[in-house]
């Protein structure tokens, strides 16, 4: 009997025993605790070129019925180096506080398997820096103890909200706090001011990269049970979960391993080549369209003022009876030339709401959306019927009605019910109502009836036309005098305007002779005469006259040079960027452009009596499926022609047509150092 109680009182015990006491099954792990996330997450070695290692980063959302959004913030980081000992030694976390509250509840340094708790009383509350927009974006920062080679940095924060996709870049619901895990009740009153700008709904779109590599990031969304979402998960995979209960609807994303966002020059933003999880509980994008309108459908009034600028400009522009078309374009470029791009805080709703048009006309300045709703005003004063639309400058948005946007444009309705889209922001000196840098961007105009997701159409590079003559003469003792022109249109109009409006009217001709520099450093009397810069009349042309003194000097009874045209071109960003670039022979992201481009040149040299083209040289044309390059050369009597064709035929370029676009660019280059060689004979 004694024998067999003592065997019940172990096996009690035994039972009651904590879990990390009893011994696991061969080949299971316990629970992750955070020393042995930071034990796993090994070193520099196993992390190439990393500072730092994202340990583990989780975050859970709450959403109220009212759309205010508790989350729960969690970020375990491990120092690998020194340089990241000195990066991480001041953390910061940027939040707005109009509609956002964020709190830093607890930081420790982990350092050899201890935690070492930093006063979270330290933290300081700043002004964000700013430039251009100045908003009241504020940053909280905190001093960590000096940091060592494996620390491991925990935070947990807290934050209530909401952001919205025009108050800045990225998106999501605010950052996190402890709300009500079942949903809650309506918002309480000190909620109020973080209902959301679309009360009830809610959207983020999360990134699952980052400049350091991530050991394992998750995200968790728990809706109230009677709320649906939409949800998609773009470039990659993602591991995803769903589950539910009777008062919410818990969904998961997560990922592991994953790598440092690649970066390379000239890269589309990261949200078109890192994965991401988007979601949204709007029902539709005519839904969007039609908040987007309620909104904002008060702040178009025109005051007596507007109404008579409005008279003023289309009578000395003699379009008093003109078609809408052409009214809307002369007033897209008197609003992109006079309301200059700067953001000062004026009131509530920064990110969401347009400013009045009385404000912005007052004051002259504003950012995207006021920019918009001033010419959206001048239009509706002028008897058209515009509207506010949101766009995505540079980056797409895809088919998930979130709010994927940066940037607000201004939609006239043509007689067919069809829109034409323009852009004031992006126009000012350029000839364009709407930017070729922002061709193939998706817009959501705000409607009364909803309007769909729409897209900007393709344009092809000879909608960017840069045109390029040069008439040059060399004389017996190797003076070269000659003219360029240069005549642009779509992009290349806009980057013809920016070399005059970027120079003052003084020293344009010393501007002009920088750019000529390439060619011969003993350029001189150059003129530069133009259209003016804000002479939308026609598209933007340039000619500059020089002279170059002993520009060819005879080497053995031989001349040799290059040509003047195409050094000019493949070395001046400003007219033909994708030439003048240096390119790498591969990459792994999408190469962003911004706009397609054709260059059309053609160079003639008279050359003096008795020179001739020794073995004329030649280039293997290049017509791939992104780019194009050909080029010729040949003597016509005492004249020399050169020409260059090159097309970049899309804004965008995958990285499987990356090698077809540098074989083209490399092409262009090498025409361009091909030297001349001319000998003496004949007359």
């Known amino acids: 009997m004694k024998s067999r109680l003592t065997v019940a009182i172990c096996l009690l015990l035994a039972l009651a025993a904590p879990a990390s006491a009893v011994d696991l099954p061969p080949g299971e792990q316990p629970p992750p605790t955070p020393l042995s996330r930071l034990a796993a997450a090994g070193t520099a070695d196993d992390h190439p070129g990393a500072d730092h290692v994202v340990v583990f980063e989780h975050a859970v959302n709450r959403v109220k019925p009212s759309g205010v959004t508790d989350v729960d913030g969690y970020r375990l980081v491990k120092v690998l180096t020194p340089h990241g000992a000195r990066d991480r030694s001041v953390l910061d976390w940027h939040y707005d506080p109009q509609s956002q509250h964020l709190e830093i509840r607890e930081v420790n340094v982990i350092r050899d398997g201890e935690r070492l708790p930093v006063d979270v009383t330290a933290v300081q509350d700043l002004p964000a820096p700013q430039s251009m927009i100045y908003w009241r974006d504020r940053v909280k920062t905190l001093q960590l103890p000096r940091l060592r080679v494996g620390d491991g940095i925990e935070v947990r924060t807290f934050s209530k909200g909401f952001t919205y996709a025009l108050l800045g870049e990225g998106g999501g619901a605010a950052g996190g706090a402890s709300g009500d895990a079942s949903g809650g009740s309506d918002a309480a009153p000190d909620d109020s001011r973080y209902i959301p700008p679309m009360p009830g709904e809610y959207f983020d779109i999360v990134l699952f990269r980052g400049d350091a590599p991530i050991v394992e990031k998750r995200y968790e969304l728990v809706l109230p049970a009677d709320k649906r979402l939409h949800a998609e998960v773009y470039n990659g995979g993602l591991y995803s979960s769903v589950t539910y209960d009777e008062a919410t609807t818990t969904y998961a994303w997560w990922g592991l391993d994953l790598p440092a966002q690649v970066h390379e020059p000239a890269q589309p933003d ?199 003559r040069h008439e040059a003469q060399l004389a017996q003792d190797g003076t070269l005098t000659g003219t360029f022109r240069f005549d642009g249109g779509g992009a290349s109009d806009s980057r013809l305007r920016r070399l005059v409006n970027g120079s003052r009217i003084r020293e344009l001709d010393a501007a002009c002779a920088r750019i000529l520099a390439v060619v011969s450093p003993r350029v001189q009397d150059v003129r530069c005469t133009h259209r003016a810069a804000d002479d939308f009349a026609g598209d933007m042309w340039i000619e500059i006259a020089y002279r170059i003194p002993g520009f060819a000097g005879a080497v053995a009874g031989e001349w040799t040079f290059t040509s003047p045209m195409m050094q000019v071109v493949m070395s001046n960003g400003t007219l033909f960027r994708a030439g003048a670039s240096s390119w790498a022979d591969a990459r792994e992201t999408d190469l962003m452009l911004w706009y397609t481009q054709l260059v059309d040149g053609e160079e003639t040299i008279r050359l003096p009596g008795g020179w001739q083209l020794a073995d004329a040289p030649a280039v293997d044309p290049v017509d791939e499926t992104y780019a194009a390059f050909s080029g010729t050369a040949a003597q016509d009597g005492r004249r020399l022609r050169v020409t260059q064709r090159a097309e970049v035929r899309r804004r965008q370029i995958p990285p499987d047509g990356y090698p077809g676009f540098v074989a083209a660019m490399t092409a262009a280059r090498t025409w361009a150092d091909q030297e001349f060689r001319f000998t003496k004979g004949g007359r």
């Open 270 to 468: 990261a949200s078109d080549i890192v994965p991401k999880a988007v979601m949204a509980t709007a029902a539709s994008w005519e839904a969007k369209s039609r908040w987007f309108f309620d909104v904002n459908r008060n702040q178009f009034e025109a005051t007596p003022a507007i109404a008579a600028k409005v008279a003023e400009i289309l009578d000395d522009a003699g379009l008093k009876r003109a078609d809408d078309e052409r009214k809307a374009r002369k007033l897209v470029h008197w609003v992109a030339q006079n309301i200059r791009y700067s953001g000062q805080t004026m009131g509530e709703g920064e990110g969401f709401t347009l400013h009045p048009g009385d404000m912005i006309f007052e004051q002259r300045s504003g950012v995207c959306k006021d920019i918009a709703g001033m010419l959206i005003t001048m239009m509706r004063a002028a008897g058209l019927d515009a509207y506010a639309a949101m766009t995505m400058a540079g980056s797409r948005i895809d088919a998930v009605p979130a709010d994927q946007f940066n940037h607000c444009v201004t939609a006239l309705r043509l007689p067919d019910g069809s829109f034409r889209m323009y852009d004031p922001t992006w126009v000012p000196y350029n000839n364009d109502i709407w930017s070729k840098s922002e061709t193939e961007q998706h817009y959501l105009v705000g409607s009364p009836e909803g309007e769909t997701l729409s897209r900007i159409a393709y344009s092809p590079p000879a909608e960017s036309p840069l045109k390029i």
